[in-house]
């Protein structure tokens, strides 16, 4: 496997260390996108790949011309993207279709903005309606039409302007399971059969086998910031196999990739390249709930097994299921290595125990190893009241992350310190605080009111 595009063609796309950023007060600035360098060439189905918060939508719209880099450029055929780009075309996640209009009509919308005449609206309209599988639904509307119908109407609107570079963002996502295969089987033997009328497909996924189907070329991007991982092609035939050893291989490849941090492991002969850690340290996104589940199923089979097996198993999405695995490393109850994850004696510990010591364990644990948890619980400690204003870590976090990520942050740290049992958070009043616990006296107060009772 080659590592990186062949650099026989001319780029269609190029960025040239584009990052995005937001300013803060102060002249704090919150990376979303490190400096990126990445292209899109002729002749190839580029898939994007990354965890939730790694930028993936956003470096598409920088590409399209949608959103302006904070800094760097983006060329279009060596020449300045300097607003949306009009040949492109994007197909989105929701089916974004105009329910008074008609599937021809939808179809056609992008035409008529552009002033081509009716008739030649309708001609390559009803030709697009035939190439995705929807003669016989011009006049149909939107309402009655299934979900993967309706995204088939969104390729039709989106393929009728002939676009150069067709961009997905998670285009098969909301749909069920059989007509998402239906419909990448589709894009496939049309992109094969040379009925694309496009040079070139960008998309955007979190579904690790996905890209693999469909990709010639994977970028893989981590987070906080966005930043690409490993860029590689492809290099199996088509149709690919699921089963075949060689396509595990990259789907086990690309579950390392997203659960190393540190470096990216090799694929054959690709020396790792190391990738700097984030400044500061980000609370995975899961419930103690889950991480409980997670260990419990680990224990039950011999403690140790492939993340994408796993995955594959439980039916899980890589987004779904790495938060969870993430959480259960950084407490210290399994480790991560290869692509496999293992469960620690301190993770069979906390099987074993029951819901009180589970508590106690899970209170040492974060205290240890998760920073915001251990800043939270000290500082409140320190004030004489125990109670600290939301603000007071909003601010903390507001200099490392954007605002959605800060408030997801302190979303997640109420979840595990009421677990814990370390604090708790009033939501009215917008304030952390340590509940107070019973003196010996007030309680034998209580055991007398309940008996006077």
Partial sequence: MDEGPSLMAEPLIEAH????????????????IAPTDL??????????????????????????????????????????????????????QSFALFPWLTVLQNVEAPLKARGVPAEEREKRGMKMLDIVGLDGFESAYPKELSGGMKQRVGFARALVVEPEVLFMDEPFSALDVLTAENLRSELLDLWSDRK??????????????????????????????????????????????????????????????????????????????????????????????GVSGLLEILNDNQGKEDIYRLADELAFEIDEILPTVEAAALLGFLKVSEGDVEITPEGVAFVDADILERKELFRNAALENAALIRQITRSLEKKANHKLADEFFHDTLDEHFTEDETILQLQTAIVWGRYAELFDHDAKGKYFFIPEEETPEELDEIGTSSQSL
């Fill in 39 to 92: 292209a899109v060439y002729p002749d190839e189905i580029l898939a994007v790949l990354g965890p939730s918060g790694s930028g993936k939508s956003t470096l598409l719209r920088m590409l399209t011309g949608l959103s302006a880099p904070s800094a760097g450029e983006v060329l279009w055929h060596g020449k300045p993207v300097t607003g949306p780009c009009e040949n492109v075309s994007i197909v989105f």
């Fill in 196 to 289: 694309l009328p496009t040079r070139a497909v960008f998309i955007v996924t979190h579904n690790i086998e996905e890209a693999v189907l469909l990709a010639d070329r994977i970028i893989v991007l981590g987070k906080n910031p966005g930043l690409i991982r490993t860029d590689f092609r492809v290099e199996l035939p088509r149709p690919r196999d699921r089963k075949h050893p060689f396509f595990e291989q990259i789907v086990d490849h690309v579950y390392k990739v997203l659960t190393r941090p540190d470096a990216v492991p090799a694929l054959e002969m690709n020396a790792a390249v190391p990738v700097k850690a984030p400044k500061y340290q980000m609370l995975p996104h899961a419930r103690p709930g």
């Fill in 17 to 32: 260390q584009v990052e995005k950023y937001y300013s803060q007060d102060g002249g704090v600035r919150i990376p979303v």
